[in-house]
C-alpha cells in the first residue's frame, strides 16, 4: 500500500494549483473546438454523401460505397463526441458528482465492453465545485489505466461520504502492478491524481501486487453539507 499525500510548501501548492487550472482551461478549449468545429464538420460531410447518394444509381457499387462512407463518419463524429465529454464534462454541473460519475462508468464499459459497477451512498448535493471536478478527473485517469493496463473484466467503483468528507474507490481483479516501480514511469497519471487530490485537502492511497488486482483509494476532507439519497 501507499499513500500518495505530498506535503508542499505554499509556493509549490499555488504553482500546482495553477498548473491544473490552465490544463482544465485548455481542456474546455479542446473540447469546444472538437463538437463545434471538427465534429460538426462530419456531421455535415454524412449529410452531403447522404445526398449524393440519392443522385446515384440504385443499384451501383458506387452506391453501396457512399452508403460505407457516410456511416464510417457518422463513426467518426461519434467518436469526435465522446473525446470532446471526456474533456470537459458538463454532466457534473448537471448531474453532480455522482450523477456523472454513474455516466461515465456506464459510457466506458459500453465503449471497451468491460463490467463497470458503480455505486454511491451518502454523496453530498453541494459539493464544491473544484472537490467534484477534481474527484471525477480522478476516477476518469484510475478506471483509463485500470482499462488499459490491468486486463481486468470486472470493476468496482464506490463512491460514498464520510463523517470527513468523502471516499472514492475504484478496484479491479486484474493483473496488478508494483505501485513504486510505476511512479518512475511518466504516463500513467499516478502523480496527477496525487496533486489534484492535494489541492483540495485530499489523498490517495493505492494498494497492488502482482495477481492480486488493485485498489485506488481517493479520500477528500470537506465539510458535512447535505448529503443525495443513496443509489
Known sequence: ML???????????????????????????????????????????????????EMLPAQSDARALTTTLRDQVLSMARGIQGISRRLHSPKIDVMGLAGAAGSLCQELAAQHRVEISFSHEGVPSDL????????????????????KHSGARHHIVTLRGTAEGLQLDIDDDGCGFDVAAALERP???????RDRLNLVNGAVVI?????????IRAVVNVPALKSSPTS
Open 3 to 53: 499513500n500518495l499525500h505530498e506535503t508542499a510548501s505554499p509556493a509549490a501548492r499555488d504553482l500546482k494549483r495553477r498548473l491544473i487550472e490552465a490544463e482544465e482551461r485548455e481542456r474546455n478549449r479542446v473540447a469546444r473546438e472538437l463538437h463545434d468545429d471538427i465534429g460538426q464538420q462530419l456531421v455535415t460531410l454524412s449529410m452531403d454523401i447522404a445526398r449524393l447518394r
Open 128 to 147: 464544491p465545485c473544484d472537490v467534484a471536478l477534481h474527484l471525477y478527473r480522478v476516477l476518469q485517469e484510475a478506471l483509463a489505466n485500470a482499462i
Open 187 to 193: 504516463g500513467l497519471g499516478l502523480v496527477s491524481m
Open 207 to 215: 494498494e497492488s501486487a502482482a495477481g492480486r488486482g488493485t485498489r
